[in-house]
């Protein structure tokens, strides 16, 4: 019984042991068909051991099974968030890349599974066996998990760029639903959390309904947010969200060489710049890679923007976007 996962770097598919592992199965499945994956990011990858994905909260510490998302009327509803998986099958071992295995977290009798599960990025993990409850496997898209595995992460695990679930289809289910089961018509967009979790870098492309001219809109409303939240987060504002002006470009992905005046240099020759800095570490002064740039007229902003999006400047694509925050809140 397969599912396909297309993500940020390609496509997935697994299949699982339903006959070994029969709730772990269902459970994991009905998680799938109800969309509780789609836009969950890979938060953990540790290279030559495992990718963890699963959480909605991209923390680590969220999820829950699908028992407990079910009305509290329903027969297989359960009130605690995880489930105990007893049918761990001796006959299945983290021995192989590409295992699928269910995370059991907690201690004691709240010790189970909720939605987080991990995909192993090496052969050999048997010391994984009889923690965690592997219950299928990789079939297609080893070159995919591979991508994953050489990402590089911060040091909490999380790849600098985002990797996420885009997508998930169910491709073969045996199971029936289980009471109250609430499955959406249509994949939902994501949830407010989640895009308060996106990174600045993430270039994947949000699979959203609508017509072009309404996914650009909300495309463009997303990575606004993701800017102000990144900057939020560095502690350059009091807050995210605010009135956003027309003169001022946002620049990213920059060399950590190229200084301020290079950028205003190269800018210039569309009008007449305000201001141009790019943004530092407060305390090792380092670049962080992402500039503001603050031009006299908003006509040459925009022919700025026009024209420098994706070109090369010491030898690295740049992204120019709209600035979403006000400069009079990330100046001293």
Do not use: W
């Amino acid at each position: 019984m397969s599912v396909l996962f297309e993500t940020s770097v390609g496509d997935i598919i697994v299949d699982l042991e339903t006959e070994l592992c029969p709730i772990l199965s269902l459970n994991f499945l009905k998680l799938c068909k109800a969309y509780k994956y789609n836009f969950c990011s890979f938060h953990n990858v540790v290279q030559n051991f495992i990718a963890q994905t699963g959480d909605p909260t991209d923390t680590g510490r969220g999820g829950s099974s699908v028992f407990h998302l079910l009305p509290t009327s329903s027969s297989a509803y359960q009130s605690t968030p995880y489930f105990t998986p007893t049918e761990i099958s001796p006959k299945l071992k983290h021995g192989a890349f590409g295992t699928l295995s269910m995370a059991v977290a907690g201690e004691g009798d709240q010790r189970g599974c909720g939605s987080q599960f991990f995909l192993t990025l090496k052969d050999n993990l048997d010391y994984l066996d009889g923690k965690h409850a592997p219950f299928g496997r990789v079939i297609e898209g080893e070159e995919t998990l591979q991508k994953i595995n050489e990402a590089l992460t911060d040091q909490e695990g999380r790849p600098l760029r985002d990797i996420r679930i885009r997508h998930v289809i169910v491709l073969d289910d045996p199971f029936d639903d289980p009471e109250g089961l609430d499955v959406p018509p249509n994949s939902p967009v994501p949830t407010a959390k989640q895009l308060a979790s996106l990174r600045v870098g993430d270039e994947e492309e949000i699979e959203e309904s609508g017509d072009e001219e309404e996914i650009a809109q909300k495309r463009r409303e997303r990575d606004a947010r993701a800017q102000a939240l990144t900057l939020e987060m560095v502690g350059d504002l009091p807050f995210a969200d605010v009135a956003p002006p027309e003169n001022v470009l946002f620049v990213c992905k920059l060399n950590a060489v190229t200084t301020s005046e290079d950028l205003e240099l190269i800018f210039s020759r569309f009008g007449e710049i305000l201001s141009c800095e790019i943004i530092r570490d407060q305390k090792t002064g380092d670049s962080l890679q992402y500039a503001f740039i603050e031009f006299k007229e908003r006509e040459d902003a925009e022919r700025a923007y026009l024209k420098m999006d994706n070109v090369l400047i010491d030898d690295r694509r740049i992204h120019v976007d709209f600035s979403q925050v006000s400069l009079a809140l990330i100046r001293p």
